[in-house]
């Protein structure tokens, strides 16, 4: 059973800095595109930034410059750097392995808080 857990949220202030890590018990992230995912109170969900198999990364425009996405598959993790944060940033932020175009399905971690405040 693949299972996608998060770490790393929590209250910090505008300006600030949050590292977000993903981790998986069930399936080995090599080889595998990742993603991470943001829900803002009221909003849809939408997607922040993924990283293909072989680290190629793209980023929401809202985000750019800003966030960094990075893999290692030795620790089987995927991270989300976070600067130079915003208030907008805040949400609950989700970790993301579809492997639909694998023949397989779309899983989701739990979420994590990130909220943005002063």
């Known amino acids: 059973q693949v299972q996608l857990v998060e770490s790393g949220g929590g209250l910090v202030q505008p300006g600030g800095s949050l590292r977000l890590s993903c981790t998986s018990s069930?399936?080995?992230?090599?080889?595998?595109?990742l993603g991470w995912y943001r829900q803002a109170p009221g909003k849809q969900r939408e997607v922040v930034a993924t990283?293909?198999?072989?680290?190629?990364?793209n980023y929401a425009d809202s985000v750019k410059g800003r966030f960094t996405i990075s893999r290692d598959n030795a620790k089987n993790t995927v991270y989300l750097q976070m600067n130079s944060l915003k208030p907008d940033d805040t949400g609950v932020y989700y970790c993301n392995l579809d492997l639909r175009s694998y023949g397989g399905s779309n899983y989701w971690g739990q979420g994590t808080q990130v909220t943005v405040s002063s």
């Open positions: 990283i293909s198999s072989s680290s190629i990364t």
């Open positions: 069930g399936i080995i992230f090599r080889f595998r595109p």
